[in-house]
Each structure stands twice: as C-alpha cells, then as structure tokens.
C-alpha cells in the first residue's frame, strides 16, 4: 500500500489564519485521501477551528508554535525573529527532518523564501532558487518560473531555471520534451539585455535535453506558445499580477453587462453553461500556488489572500510534487547539464537592443 503524502502546513500563514488553511486542506483531503498534514501554529486556535473539520482532524496533527510571522514583516527581520519558533520555520524545518515531503504556506513571501533558502539550501549546481507558477493558457497551462523569488538574474541562473522548469513541466504535464522559452522584449536575436541573450546562446549551443524554442514575448504567456516560461523574478511577478488583475477586471465587466438590460440578464440565462465554464477558466484560484524550486526539499507559497478553494489548489499541488517525485526528476535533470558561469556585464535599461 502506498505511504500518505506528509504535508506540513503553515496553519498560521495568510491574510485568513488557520480558518482558511484548515477549510482548504480538507478540501484537498476529500480529493486526495492518501494525505496526512502536520498543523504548525498555535495549539488553542488551531484546535479550535479543526474541530469543525472531523476528516482532516482524523489525519493531523498539532504542533504548537509560539511566533507567527507577519505578512509585513522584512526577510531577515523574521529570520531573526522567527526562526526556530515560528509555525513557517517549523513546516519548512520538518521537510529538511524528513517528517514531512512538503509544506504549504500562504505567508509572507519574502520571509518564506528566506527561511526556506536558509534551512534547505540550494541543490548541487544551483545557484538560487525561484519560484514557479502553472499558468492557464489557450492551450492548457505552462509552466512560469520566476514570478517572484529575486530580482534580476544572470545568464546562468535563467539557464538553472529553463533545466528546472522543464523537469517540473514533464512531472505536471506528462511530457517527454517540453517547450521552453526565453520571456523578452521581442523574438529577434539582437533583442533583450546581455544577460537573456547569453542564456539564449548556451540554451542552444551547450545545454542538452531542454527544448529551447527561442525567445517568446509577453502575449505568447497566455497562448501558450512554449510550455515553460522563463524570466527573472521582478518582471514575472509584474507579469503574474498583472494577469490576475487583468481576470477579475474581466469578470467585473461581465457581470456588470450582463446584469444590465431585461436581455441581457434573458441572455446571460441561456448560455450560463458557457458562462460558467469562462467563470471556471479565469479563477486565479484554480492556479494558486507557486513552488520554489532549486530547493533540496519542496515548498509551496499559496497567495496571502485566498479563500479555502485556493487554498486547496496550492495543497493539490503540493500532492502532485511529491506523488510524482519532483525532487528526484529535477536532480536527475541536472546532471551534467549545469551552465557555465560566465560573467555578462549588466546595461542600463535606457540601452535594450532594438526595444520595440
């Protein structure tokens, strides 16, 4: 019989506290009954609001912590403050003592990064972390990778993501050679910062076994024209916000027309179907959560201010990491495919080549 996934929550994390956290794991349980959850945070509340979930209760247990990190907190301020005590050290320390697989939290970003960064530490021939989001697309989904980790990269770090990045889309997708391309200001050559530009190079000329399609432009994100994105974190997490906000504008519009006149509410009753489908396909819930990769131990960052649905989907995600072995296929990866280091002088923003 196969062993439970062991998920270790952060039950304190987000805007919601342990009301959403508890409410989404359960959700995630009755999809996935092979799942046990280790609850990290304070032992009266948690308890408190677990007693109106018998099912998830009956595969949990509480570990108390006395420190919570705040959602406004700096990195390292809750490194000094937190670590060792708080319930987001506690989840990620339990998958470095192997009494998890992974853990969840819908916690302060930076801090978790940090703390995750610190305890974990890097996979041999990694030189950071980044973090991953599956995005929906005209196609499917793909894989986006860094949405938020750090700001800038270098030429070898967009490398390490394209190799991770693939890895995680041929775990997600069941593919044998997925598509991956570099997110820049045009698909010409001569176009982009020298860093993507030396990525794009040893991507064609020097790293086997990724797919690499060449450069892809923002609009082919939602396409879906490769299967894996590739960016550094400050204009992936642009990007990623801006694709949330741009959704819910939408439904807004929406809502507000079809609400209008007698025949618009006539029509919006004769094709709700469709309507619900396109309400279902634009949910950024259905998309929550953002896994760090590059880590020697896997953690999911779910969004500070979701509800219990989407919450569900960062665990769901969690599940699907560890049952199909994620670590093991991104270590596999890179054998003998790291990138050089190589040393490109950064420009000035004012000097991209051919910008359009």
């Known amino acids: 019989m196969t062993a439970p996934v062991r998920i270790a929550l952060d039950a304190m994390g987000g805007d919601h506290g342990p009301e959403t956290v508890l409410a989404g794991a359960e959700i995630s349980l009755w999809r996935h009954p092979d799942t046990a959850f280790v609850l990290y945070g304070d032992?009266?509340?948690?308890?408190?609001?677990?007693?109106?979930?018998?099912?998830?209760?009956?595969v949990s247990?509480?570990?108390?912590?006395?420190?919570?990190?705040?959602?406004?907190?700096?990195?390292?301020?809750?490194?000094?403050?937190?670590?060792?005590?708080?319930?987001?050290?506690?989840?990620?320390?339990?998958?470095?003592?192997?009494?998890?697989?992974?853990?969840?939290?819908?916690?302060?970003?930076?801090a978790l990064m940090a703390m995750a960064n610190f305890n974990l530490r890097t996979m041999p021939g990694i030189s950071r972390p980044a973090i991953a989001a599956i995005w929906p697309t005209l196609r499917g989904e793909s894989v986006v990778l860094d949405v938020g980790a750090s700001i800038g990269a270098t030429a070898k770090s967009l490398v390490e993501m394209a190799i991770m990045g693939s890895a995680m889309a041929r775990v997600l997708f069941d593919l044998e050679a997925p598509t991956v391309g570099l997110l820049n200001v045009g698909v010409e050559e001569i176009k982009g910062v020298e860093e993507v530009k030396e990525a794009a190079r040893i991507l064609r000329e020097e790293i086997v076994g990724v797919n690499y399609r060449g450069f892809v432009e923002g609009n082919d994100i939602g396409a879906g024209t490769v299967d894996v994105v590739v960016t550094e974190g400050f204009s992936g997490n642009i990007a990623l916000k801006t694709a949330e906000?741009?959704?819910?504008?939408?439904?807004?519009?929406?809502?507000?027309?079809?609400?209008?006149?007698?025949?618009?509410?006539?029509?919006?009753?004769?094709?709700?179907?469709?309507?619900?489908?396109?309400?279902?396909?634009?949910?950024?819930?259905?998309?929550?959560?953002?896994?760090?990769?590059?880590?020697n131990g896997i953690v999911i960052k779910s969004h500070g201010g979701t509800d219990?649905?989407?919450?569900?989907?960062?665990?769901?995600?969690?599940?699907?990491?560890?049952?199909?072995?994620?670590?093991?296929?991104?270590?596999?990866?890179?054998?003998?495919?790291?990138?050089?280091?190589?040393?490109?002088?950064?420009?000035?923003?004012?000097?991209?080549?051919?910008?359009?």
Not at 271 to 292: H, I, Q, T, W, Y
């Open 43 to 58: 032992e009266a509340r948690v308890t408190e609001v677990l007693k109106n979930h018998p099912k998830l209760a009956a």
């Open 61 to 110: 247990r509480i570990v108390h912590t006395d420190v919570v990190v705040g959602m406004d907190d700096k990195p390292s301020q809750a490194l000094r403050r937190g670590r060792y005590k708080s319930s987001m050290w506690r989840a990620i320390d339990a998958v470095k003592l192997k009494e998890a697989d992974v853990a969840v939290s819908a916690g302060n970003t930076g």
């Open 245 to 295: 906000g741009t959704a819910k504008q939408l439904g807004s519009y929406l809502r507000a027309a079809m609400g209008r006149t007698l025949r618009a509410r006539i029509g919006y009753l004769l094709a709700r179907d469709a309507f619900r489908v396109l309400r279902e396909k634009m949910d950024p819930r259905r998309a929550n959560g953002g896994v760090f990769l590059g880590l």
């Open 308 to 356: 219990a649905e989407g919450f569900a989907a960062a665990v769901d995600l969690a599940y699907d990491m560890v049952r199909n072995e994620l670590l093991a296929r991104i270590e596999k990866s890179l054998v003998g495919r790291q990138p050089p280091d190589v040393a490109v002088s950064r420009p000035q923003a004012a000097g991209v080549e051919g910008q359009s």
